[in-house]
């Protein structure tokens, strides 16, 4: 009969953790590489270094839509607190000019992104603030053509919702943004 050790919970939140980090850093060295699943040291980029964005922007996100076969990269720009976006080809060529998915003149910061398959969109959600309640905020958009699809919208009721995350099922349709509120 074996006998295992206790663990300390804390041990194993960090163990998860580190795992869980060097397995997002293979994929987004894969995802970024444009290669199929092989180990991250046979991966290389597709191309050299390019520009997408400026000098103050900062926390970028990606996701792939797979009708276009191309990615949206999304960042907030610290110049103007916005968060703008704009499309990589799956070739690693930038895809049309920047282009703004948050509402002047209210603050946008942390932006995240995930690509709906059958309605060919994304969501891009971030923090918001500067006079709308200071709420998680979204913003579909088009995979297509990169148009907004409608206005911005609150994503979430609880005032000070920072960092949000996005996923969505093709099983259901839906979209899951989960965020943090301190306190």
Same mark, same amino acid.
């Given at each position: ?43 290389? *980029?597709?191309? #050299? =270094?390019?520009?997408?964005? %400026?000098?103050?922007?900062?926390? *970028? ?6 009708? #276009? ?5 999304? &960042? ?8 703008? %976006?704009?499309? $990589?080809?799956?070739? !690693?060529?930038?895809?049309?000019? *920047?282009? *703004? ?14 690509? =709906? ?8 959600? &971030?923090?918001?603030? %500067?006079?709308?309640?200071? $709420?998680?905020? %979204? ?10 699809? /409608?206005? =911005?919208?609150?994503? /979430?009721?609880?005032? /000070? ?8 099922? !093709?099983?259901? =349709? ?8 301190? #306190?």
């Amino acid at each position: 009969k074996e006998t295992r050790e206790a663990m300390p919970t804390d041990a194993i939140h960090l163990r998860s953790r580190e795992r869980r980090r060097s397995l997002l850093s293979a994929v987004a060295l894969l995802v970024l590489a444009g290669a199929v699943l092989t180990p991250p040291a046979a991966a290389g *980029p597709v191309r #050299g =270094n390019f520009e997408i964005s %400026g000098p103050e922007c900062r926390f *970028p996100d990606v996701a792939h839509g797979s009708a #276009g076969d191309r990615y949206l990269v999304v &960042w907030a720009d610290y110049s103007v607190t916005r968060v703008f %976006g704009r499309f $990589v080809s799956s070739s !690693g060529e930038v895809d049309g000019d *920047p282009f *703004p998915i948050s509402e002047a003149p209210y603050g946008a910061l942390f932006p995240a992104v995930a690509y =709906n398959a059958v309605d060919d969109e994304l969501l891009v959600t &971030w923090d918001d603030f %500067g006079g709308r309640g200071e $709420v998680i905020h %979204g913003q579909r958009v088009r995979a297509a053509d990169g148009e907004l699809a /409608g206005g =911005n919208f609150a994503i /979430g009721s609880r005032q /000070g919702g920072i960092r949000s995350a996005v996923a969505w099922s !093709g099983a259901s =349709n839906v979209y899951l943004v989960v965020y943090f509120v301190p #306190g």
